[in-house]
């Protein structure tokens, strides 16, 4: 009674279960797990919500001719107040001289607030400088804080942002400041 | 022949235990991923509750306005949006503050900044007061606090429904009344609320 399996029907049942299991294998639709958060949080703007200010804002900085230079580039659509930007010194190690911003370099607008009247504002991006006043020892980079306030046009205020960048000192500004020790 | 045959069956045994390996393992992946997420804050912060200063100082529990419904409106002065907002929300509360509506602003500013604008400004509603703790009530609701005007809205019951990011318009305002009304009129359950505000 008992039927050998021939060849043939190994084969066949071989490929039958191949198939079985490559379907098997193929990805499953995974359930989304529901987000609270974006469930309970509506935005006029659903399809353009405010990005996180780190996405928004995003500062780089670094020396160069005895200069410290600072950049703080703007995503499309939102903004900076000029008058809200400022860098320091978190070193003792170097001093720096007020900033200025380079004009050439930085699209700045006039605007009509309502509330706070003509307002002087950064599009796409800033850049600004502050001259190295001391550097008072030697040191292979330096500490600074560079503050900036900024908003999304038509949409929120983000929180004054402060961040602290790590420069590198070139070995050339280092030198000098040898020289001058 | 026979050999053939061999080959084929060793093969088959190995395709039909790798198979049965890989249907137990699929439905543990997906169980786990069912059946396990991970607690929110937003679960643990249904009801917020928190305490912080007043114009004056005085420390004010945000239970005293329990029985009603709340808008928390965080601003700032320096806050262009905000400011637009609040002609608007005098005019809520001024218009529903009897039927049991309440807004409460938050000011994540600086006491010295607010109180020459509040008596500029002539507030008909609470001004609170802060600066971390300020922005740890509004992450309390789940949400990242990127910016400012923000909104919290919570229901007379104490139960955080919904929140808002951005500057509020006469429509936001009118809407969450009509749906906070229905709630009270056993309309709607909280859920069609939360779903609701999602729509504004």
């Not at chain 1, 071989?14 to 958060?37: F, I, R």
């Not at chain 2, 500013?109 to 002539?122: C, G, I, L, S, T």
Request: proline share 6%.
């Amino acid at each position: 009674m008992t039927k050998r399996l021939t060849p043939l029907a190994a084969l066949a049942a071989l490929l039958a279960l191949s198939a079985g299991c490559a379907e098997a294998e193929s990805p499953k639709p995974s359930l989304p797990l529901e987000s609270p958060t974006a469930s309970t949080v509506f935005s006029p703007q659903s399809s353009n919500e405010p990005l996180p200010a780190d996405e928004v804002f995003v500062p780089d900085a670094h020396i160069e001719d005895g200069a410290l230079l600072f950049r703080i580039q703007v995503l499309p659509g939102y903004y900076l107040y000029k008058d809200k930007i400022s860098v320091r010194s978190l070193s003792e190690a170097v001093d720096l001289e007020d900033q200025e911003f380079i004009e050439e370099w930085s699209r700045s607008e006039v605007v009509v607030d309502e509330w706070f009247g003509e307002q002087e504002v950064f599009f796409d991006e800033a850049h600004g400088s502050a001259e190295i006043r001391s550097l008072i020892q030697n040191i292979p980079s330096i500490n600074i804080e560079l503050s900036y306030q900024g908003c999304k046009e038509e949409g929120i205020c983000y929180m004054p942002q402060a961040k602290v960048l790590s420069v590198d000192v070139p070995a050339q500004l280092e030198s000098a400041a040898d020289k001058t020790e | 022949m026979s050999r053939m045959f061999l080959i084929f069956s060793a093969a088959l045994v190995a395709l039909m235990a790798g198979a049965l390996l890989y249907a137990v393992r699929i439905p543990t992946e997906v169980a786990l991923e069912q059946v396990a997420p991970q607690p929110t804050s937003l679960e643990a912060a249904t009801h917020p509750a928190f305490t912080l200063p007043d114009l004056e100082g005085k420390d004010r529990e945000f239970a005293e306005w329990a029985g009603k419904h709340r808008l928390i409106n965080f601003w700032a002065t320096w806050c262009a949006p905000c400011r637009r907002e609040i002609p608007m929300l005098k005019a809520f509360q001024d218009e529903h503050g009897e039927a049991g509506f309440q807004i409460l602003g938050i000011a994540v500013d600086y006491p010295d900044m607010v109180v020459p604008f509040a008596e500029e400004v002539e507030f008909n509603y609470p001004i609170l007061t802060g600066q971390q703790d300020a922005m740890a009530v509004a992450e309390s609701s789940g949400v990242e606090f990127i910016g400012m005007p923000f909104t919290m809205i919570v229901t007379r019951d104490g139960e955080f429904v919904g929140a808002y990011l951005g500057e509020l318009h006469q429509n936001h305002l009118d809407d969450i009344v009509t749906i906070l009304t229905r709630l009270d009129n056993g309309e709607i359950g909280k859920q069609e609320v939360r779903g609701a505000l999602e729509l504004l």
